[in-house]
């Protein structure tokens, strides 16, 4: 079974810090996620990568294959990216018997960022 | 945003009461999951469906079970809750099959209480 490991657990920085959520695997993946979950539940898909790198607005996700690790960058952090950050693997395989599996996730890092 | 509803949002129930959690989404999407969110882990896969009438077990499906009679829905059902499943319960979908790239989209989320 994929172990998926998050760095830090919770962080609480000023606004318009830079951001690094960090992100390991134990296993080889073929796709890598990184969701964003605001108070009140709502789960959002951020990006999906499965190598490089890739940006949308502030938010810059990388992953390195060989090194089994992803990072999940903000620049100039606001208020309202205060959320639980979520990294998630798909592992091939992960179960026997075929048909579609799901994704292995991290347990999260609780981003508040403070005005 | 995804076409993905849950119901009920909210529900608490007791010990030992059978209990069914609606997903249903308009997007046809082929494959649907559940998922549960407990503090001090990540999502964990209950089941998942890769068709109607097509199931199969995740990580955590003992005291669970899952019908998919139309492409539309997905139900879980708890046949006798015991408050170990106390928890939020989510739903999301995807179109292709796990292993290709592809997006999974959530669902809003269910609060679960069993006393």
């Known amino acids: 079974k994929n172990e998926v490991e998050q760095s830090p657990q919770n962080l609480t920085a000023q606004e318009g810090e830079f951001i690094t959520i960090n992100c390991s695997y134990s296993?080889?993946?073929?796709?890598l996620h990184w969701l964003q979950q605001h108070p009140g539940g709502g789960i959002v898909s951020l990006f999906m990568?499965?190598?490089g790198k890739k940006k949308h607005g502030r938010l810059i996700a990388t992953i390195n294959i060989q090194e089994k690790h992803s990072s999940l960058h903000i620049t100039a952090s606001h208020p309202r990216d205060s959320a639980v950050y979520i990294c998630?693997?798909?592992?091939?395989?992960?179960?026997?018997?075929?048909?579609?599996?799901?994704?292995?996730f991290g347990k999260g890092t609780h981003l508040i960022i403070q005005p | 945003d995804a076409g993905i509803t849950q119901s009920p949002r909210h529900k608490v129930t007791e010990t030992g009461t059978p209990v069914t959690l609606r997903c249903h989404q308009t997007?046809?999407?082929?494959?649907m999951y559940w998922y549960r969110q407990d503090p001090g882990h990540g999502l964990r896969l209950i089941h998942y469906?890769?068709?109607?009438?097509?199931?199969d077990k995740g990580e955590v499906s003992d005291g669970y079970s899952v019908s998919r009679s139309k492409t539309e829905d997905f139900l879980l059902t708890l046949e006798s809750a015991t408050s170990s499943q106390t928890s939020v319960y989510f739903c999301?979908?995807?179109?292709?099959?796990?292993?290709?790239?592809?997006?999974?989209?959530f669902g809003p989320g269910t609060r679960l209480t069993v006393t």
């Open positions: 990568l499965s190598s």
């Open positions: 999301a979908i995807s179109e292709s099959r796990p292993g290709s790239s592809y997006e999974q989209y």
């Open positions: 998630a693997v798909h592992s091939p395989l992960k179960y026997s018997g075929g048909g579609a599996d799901g994704l292995t």
């Open positions: 469906s890769y068709g109607v009438k097509d199931t």
């Open positions: 296993v080889g993946i073929s796709a």
């Open positions: 997007e046809n999407h082929r494959y």
